[in-house]
């Protein structure tokens, strides 16, 4: 098996990129290079970091495409990186609908969704539109739900006759 090969100057590299290191996850990438640039194999250093051999061996392969800056930074995941529009781009989209809603009117979420849709030439699933409003500091705000044939006059004579009207007591 061959071992890793790096530059000449990796491992005095490495140690000053050490005493610039700002968190935990850093000092574990950038001793991955310099273990690596001193003959360890990836299944000997992936313990001591506590990472996954094959994670040792990916660390190694962007270094060497990107240099040392792929070991610095915070390199997991990328904020709204499978985002359809941008958030000023989705706040401009709502303007039309927050100015509805000022004026009292109700918003549907399947009317949001279609003028989406038709805006933008893609299908969504609603809860894209949920989740866009989430971000925007929407919330859902609905009536209290009545029975449809709530009778008023029957409700208020039931509770009359549960619990009766407070007042004069009378001695019999």
């Given at each position: 098996m061959l071992l890793a090969t790096f530059p000449q100057d990796t491992e005095s590299l490495m140690t000053n990129l050490l005493k610039q290191a700002k968190g935990a996850a850093e000092v574990k990438r950038i001793q991955c290079v310099l273990f690596g640039a001193r003959g360890l194999k990836s299944e000997e250093i992936a313990p001591m970091v506590n990472f996954n051999h094959g994670y040792v061996k990916q660390?190694?392969?962007?270094?060497?495409?990107?240099?040392?800056?792929?070991?610095?930074?915070?390199?997991?995941?990328?904020?709204?990186?499978?985002?359809?529009?941008?958030?000023?781009?989705?706040k401009d989209f709502l303007q039309p609908f927050i100015e509805k809603a000022k004026t009292g009117g109700f918003l549907e979420v399947s009317q949001i969704k279609q003028t989406y849709e038709e805006k933008y030439q893609r299908t969504v699933k609603p809860s894209i539109i949920y989740n866009l409003l989430h971000r925007h500091g929407w919330r859902k705000i609905a009536p209290r739900p009545k029975h449809p044939k709530a009778d008023k006059a029957k409700q208020d004579q039931f509770k009359s006759e549960l619990f009766p009207p407070r007042g004069k007591k009378s001695h019999s």
């Open positions: 660390i190694w392969s962007e270094y060497r495409q990107k240099g040392s800056q792929a070991l610095l930074g915070e390199n997991r995941g990328r904020a709204r990186s499978r985002a359809h529009l941008s958030l000023d781009e989705e």
